[in-house]
């Protein structure tokens, strides 16, 4: 079975930091660039981050600039979220997925192929 797990949500107060995982099974990410988006309640899903499959080209969304950075370990077929300074406004279930292209090509949906089923990041004191 192909997929995407998360792991590494939680709650967290503001200031504070989590590292989000994005494993696959059934699969090597070692082909795929892989994005992280974010979709808080009542809003649109938006892309936060993508990296490209040998991890020398990044991308963040504005939000995040400065406080995320994505990596990854293609030994270890997984893909990482660093995420500190939380803010309240970093509330959101977060999500990871494997682009059907080696390299960054946005943030829209119908590029990613495979998706996990997200974890919840809550930034709250």
């Known amino acids: 079975q192909l997929q995407l797990v998360e792991s590494g949500g939680g709650l967290v107060q503001p200031g504070g930091s989590l590292r989000l995982s994005c494993s696959a099974s059934?699969?090597?990410?070692?082909?795929?660039?892989i994005g992280w988006f974010r979709q808080a309640p009542g809003k649109e899903r938006e892309g936060v981050s993508c990296?490209?499959?040998?991890?020398?080209?990044?991308n963040y969304a504005d939000s995040v600039k400065g406080r995320f950075t994505i990596s990854r370990d293609n030994a270890k077929n997984t893909v990482y979220l660093q995420m500190n300074s939380l803010k309240p406004e970093d509330t959101a279930v977060y999500y990871c997925?494997?682009?059907?292209?080696?390299?960054?090509?946005?943030?829209?949906?119908?590029?990613?192929?495979?998706w996990g089923q997200g974890t919840q990041v809550t930034v709250s004191s």
């Open positions: 997925a494997a682009d059907t292209l080696n390299y960054c090509s946005g943030y829209h949906g119908a590029n990613y192929r495979y």
């Open positions: 059934g699969f090597t990410l070692d082909y795929h660039a």
């Open positions: 990296i490209d499959s040998s991890g020398l080209s990044t």
